[in-house]
């Protein structure tokens, strides 16, 4: 379908307003609630996968050539052509299971669970947990969503060897139709023409340069609503991540939940899923870009400050000319980057940990989950023997900028690990951060959260360092 919108419009209100589809829910317009969850389909390395988003933050522009799926999408479809009244095995497992009581959140629940089915992961409960991990019922309680999930783990642990399309529209868990998307899709792939971020006439008229959006459409919706816009999204191959020696590249439009699925990054940091978890949703994470989170300069962007303990460089590029400049010292103050409004991230690049290397990661919010950090601190250390030989660490929520500590790993440097030497460290950080008090703690809190999470990182990458 095409549509003569604005690009920069979400997609929620598309879906609302413009098709007039209301079964799809405005909540908190944040991407928080889950009620207006959608799943998305699209082509990758020309295989048809689908992920659920939070439609309220996904600009128009970034639906292009890929399959929107609402709620009034998942019933089957009669001769007629119309949508059949009768319930989806997931929607009959929210109603025996008396998972819905208003019914606002029950949409965005059922398209989270529906999406889930699609999923080529273990059937399993906890991860059934993890797919509704973005949803938030006010007046059911959870034991009985949780029962539903069980009822559909249950369904699709019936599913052998059989192709995942296949299976779900043979248990009417999707339309028939699905099995044809993925020709369409391909067949608007060929048509699709996306200027390349070489050709710098045509991006001179665009000044906004787009990943998933998901804090940019909270803090500026307004204004993001009738930009001209580059969605970086709908670049073939900047969603690639791949190693060559011992560095890692990233491309600009590579979201967390790439980064998860990355077997680069599995091996690199064994525990990168615990430290995804305290990140956002999984919607969340299905959108929000690495570069994005960089460039959008939040003083504690949780992945700024993870790859900031890597010392990760960034290429940037303008169309015409590149360059490299380090992460570190991309921020020059707050919301103050050292970059033209014309460039953008080309390429993320770090060195892979190795033998002798130990990476961590720690961050502490009101909210376990789904909430932004008070404070979060990342350490990264190259033992050399038994003394420290290499250490990057980086804190955010002590300054008006993602901090990288470059005195205190200055310290630490070519020294033995005793409890004696982090206490000193502390002290040494203590002098580079500049924290202020605001809803999310005092400067005092902050500043003595930090170093307990200093300590934190050495207890967990130095067993049995107990500090008392």
Same mark, same amino acid.
């Given at each position: 379908?095409?549509?003569?919108?604005?690009?920069?419009?979400?997609?929620?209100?598309?879906?609302?307003?413009?098709?007039?589809?209301?079964?799809?829910?405005?909540?908190?317009?944040?991407?928080?609630?889950?009620?207006?969850?959608?799943?998305?389909?699209?082509?990758?390395?020309?295989?048809?996968?689908?992920?659920?988003?939070?439609?309220?933050?996904?600009?128009?522009?970034?639906?292009?050539?890929?399959?929107?799926?609402?709620?009034?999408?998942?019933?089957?479809?009669?001769?007629?052509?119309?949508?059949?009244?009768?319930?989806?095995?997931?929607?009959?497992?929210?109603?025996?299971?008396?998972?819905?009581?208003?019914?606002?959140?029950?949409?965005?629940?059922?398209?989270?669970?529906?999406?889930?089915?699609?999923?080529?992961?273990?059937?399993?409960?906890?991860?059934?947990?993890?797919?509704?991990?973005?949803?938030?019922?006010?007046?059911?309680?959870?034991?009985?969503?949780?029962?539903?999930?069980?009822?559909?783990?249950?369904?699709?642990?019936?599913?052998?060897?059989?192709?995942?399309?296949?299976?779900?529209?043979?248990?009417?868990?999707?339309?028939?139709?699905?099995?044809?998307?993925?020709?369409?899709?391909?067949?608007?792939?060929?048509?699709?023409?996306?200027?390349?971020?070489?050709?710098?006439?045509?991006?001179?008229?665009?000044?906004?340069?787009?990943?998933?959006?998901?804090?940019?459409?909270?803090?500026?919706?307004?204004?993001?609503?009738?930009?001209?816009?580059?969605?970086?999204?709908?670049?073939?191959?900047?969603?690639?991540?791949?190693?060559?020696?011992?560095?890692?590249?990233?491309?600009?439009?590579?979201?967390?939940?790439?980064?998860?699925?990355?077997?680069?990054?599995?091996?690199?940091?064994?525990?990168?899923?615990?430290?995804?978890?305290?990140?956002?949703?999984?919607?969340?994470?299905?959108?929000?870009?690495?570069?994005?989170?960089?460039?959008?300069?939040?003083?504690?962007?949780?992945?700024?400050?993870?790859?900031?303990?890597?010392?990760?460089?960034?290429?940037?590029?303008?169309?015409?000319?590149?360059?490299? +400049?380090? #992460?570190? &010292?991309?921020?020059?103050?707050? %919301?103050?980057?050292?970059? @033209?409004?014309?460039?953008?991230? /080309?390429? *993320?690049?770090?060195?892979?940990?190795?033998?002798?290397?130990?990476?961590?990661?720690?961050?502490?919010?009101?909210?376990?989950?789904?909430?932004?950090?008070?404070?979060?601190?990342?350490?990264?250390?190259?033992?050399?023997?038994?003394?420290?030989?290499?250490?990057?660490?980086?804190?955010?929520?002590?300054?008006?900028?993602? +901090?990288? #500590?470059? &005195?205190?790993?200055?310290?630490? %440097?070519?020294?033995?690990? @005793?409890?004696?030497?982090?206490? /000193?460290? *502390?002290?040494?950080?203590?002098?580079?951060?500049?924290?202020?008090?605001?809803?999310?703690?005092?400067?005092?809190?902050?500043?003595?959260?930090?170093?307990?999470?200093?300590?934190?990182?050495?207890?967990?990458?130095?067993?049995?360092?107990?500090?008392?």
């Amino acid at each position: 379908m095409a549509a003569d919108e604005s690009p920069g419009m979400v997609l929620l209100d598309f879906i609302r307003y413009h098709q007039h589809l209301a079964g799809t829910k405005i909540g908190c317009r944040e991407g928080d609630c889950g009620a207006c969850t959608v799943l998305v389909g699209e082509l990758i390395h020309d295989e048809l996968q689908y992920h659920s988003v939070t439609s309220c933050l996904v600009p128009l522009g970034n639906a292009a050539g890929k399959h929107i799926v609402t709620i009034e999408g998942v019933n089957p479809v009669t001769g007629s052509g119309t949508a059949s009244p009768g319930l989806t095995p997931v929607q009959k497992a929210m109603a025996d299971a008396g998972a819905t009581q208003c019914g606002f959140c029950t949409p965005g629940f059922v398209m989270s669970l529906t999406g889930f089915c699609l999923n080529d992961t273990e059937a399993s409960k906890e991860n059934a947990v993890a797919a509704i991990d973005g949803n938030i019922c006010r007046c059911t309680g959870y034991k009985s969503i949780e029962r539903a999930a069980d009822k559909i783990v249950d369904l699709l642990k019936k599913r052998k060897n059989e192709n995942i399309l296949q299976f779900v529209t043979a248990q009417k868990i999707l339309p028939e139709y699905f099995t044809g998307i993925k020709e369409k899709l391909q067949n608007l792939a060929a048509g699709k023409k996306t200027p390349a971020l070489t050709d710098t006439a045509a991006l001179d008229k665009r000044p906004h340069f787009v990943g998933g959006g998901t804090d940019l459409y909270v803090q500026k919706h307004d204004e993001m609503k009738e930009a001209d816009i580059y969605f970086l999204f709908n670049q073939p191959g900047l969603d690639s991540i791949h190693k060559e020696g011992n560095k890692c590249f990233i491309g600009p439009s590579v979201t967390v939940s790439d980064l998860q699925q990355s077997p680069i990054i599995q091996e690199a940091f064994p525990s990168f899923n615990r430290y995804a978890k305290l990140v956002s949703s999984t919607p969340i994470r299905n959108m929000a870009t690495i570069a994005g989170n960089f460039i959008n300069a939040s003083p504690i962007g949780d992945f700024t400050i993870f790859f900031l303990a890597l010392d990760a460089q960034l290429i940037l590029s303008d169309g015409k000319t590149k360059r490299t +400049l380090p #992460l570190r &010292k991309l921020y020059k103050g707050y %919301k103050t980057l050292d970059k @033209t409004p014309g460039e953008h991230i /080309e390429q *993320i690049w770090f060195e892979l940990p190795g033998k002798n290397t130990r990476f961590h990661f720690e961050k502490v919010s009101k909210r376990t989950h789904l909430d932004i950090a008070s404070v979060n601190t990342a350490i990264f250390i190259k033992m050399n023997g038994d003394s420290i030989g290499r250490v990057g660490i980086a804190a955010g929520g002590v300054g008006p900028v993602p +901090l990288y #500590l470059q &005195k205190t790993a200055a310290f630490l %440097k070519g020294k033995n690990v @005793t409890e004696q030497l982090i206490r /000193e460290a *502390i002290k040494i950080m203590q002098t580079e951060i500049t924290p202020i008090s605001d809803a999310r703690g005092t400067k005092e809190y902050k500043t003595l959260l930090l170093g307990q999470l200093i300590k934190a990182h050495f207890m967990e990458l130095f067993p049995p360092l107990i500090f008392v």
